[in-house]
């Protein structure tokens, strides 16, 4: 067994001092406390650690967070789902280590076991690109667990719906809302055509690349309008987690095989019925979630192409590849079926 100076020994990972300090916080005895097991998980810079202390092993699990998105996953767990009654729906935040330089802030959380509706990790070298809502099903749809999951996204989307908290939380977190959509693409465009303006030296495959992606997003600013309507119609209220309920459902939906989704949608519809929601119908489904997957595209396209700027030119272009082929690949998340609409 290893102790705590042994933490993530050769991972390359920064703040690990300020880690082993928190962890130490934990433990009744630091100096003693040993560590049985160490496993890196699916995404970057997150680890299972287990801890023998004092004759009894606890699991935690540790993430490398920048400073801002640590500051919002905090009041997430600390504060806003506590303040609607839902503090149980995530595991509880037991530390948190800011590297002193400022770099990144670890967390740790109780290990709550295999509740994960993901399958079996990817192998090590795949990038965060490739395990995102358009690879391929990955989610576990045992009916039981499924269910648990559906209600939970239906509550936390009740309860915070037009709540006097979303203010803070857009000011601290990342406001997703419709008005997403537009500022994205006008952002994007923006960026596009100013490399042309700096005089980047740019190869002409990569250029056409380019341009092929300044007329994606001209198309879809074309359309704006009609998806904004549709949005204001149907999307819902605005609430927590990723802000337009199109967006949450359509990258939930996305990880599993498409002949399961529709049942899943109507799961969700019928629990926030049991909440008081009122369905009405005329909702295209599959456009507000279609919108929702092009601005999630375009935003990364948006910071891909600051990087251009920036003089960085490799990686980004080999992620706008990437970007190009899964606009090709868009389709609609649900068979043609049954549309309903939110209110």
Known sequence: METLHDLLAGAGEVGVRELRDALGDLCSDAKTARITAQQKLRRPHIYRIEIADDGVTRSVIVKRLSPEIAQRN????????????????????????????????????????????????????????????????????????????????????????????????RLFGRDLGSHLFTTTLRDGLLGL???????IKIPYERRVLLVRLRQRLELLLQ??????????????????????????????????????????LDAYIRCLEELGWRFTPGADWNLLFDTAECARLANTVVWRVVALTKGQTDWPFDDLVLLDEWFDKLEPVLPPQTKEAVQ
């Open 74 to 169: 905090e009041r997430v767990v600390r504060e806003w789902l506590p303040a609607v009654g839902l503090e149980d729906a995530g595991p509880p935040l037991l530390g948190v280590a800011a590297e002193r330089t400022g770099q990144c802030v670890w967390h740790i959380y109780r290990d709550l076991g295999d509740c994960s509706l993901a399958g079996a990790d990817p192998t090590d070298g795949v990038t965060e690109l490739d395990v995102g809502f358009l690879s391929k099903p990955a989610f576990d749809s045992d009916p039981e667990r499924l269910y648990d999951a559906v209600a939970t996204i239906a509550r936390i989307h009740a309860r915070f719906a037009e709540h006097p908290l979303l203010a803070e939380c």
């Open 193 to 199: 055509r100013a490399l042309d303006a700096i005089g």
């Open 223 to 264: 359309e704006q309008p009609h998806r904004m309507q549709l949005l204001a119609d149907f999307g819902g209220p605005a609430t927590l987690l990723h802000g337009a309920i199109s967006y949450d459902l359509s990258n939930f939906l996305a990880h599993f095989p498409r002949a399961e989704r529709q049942s899943i």
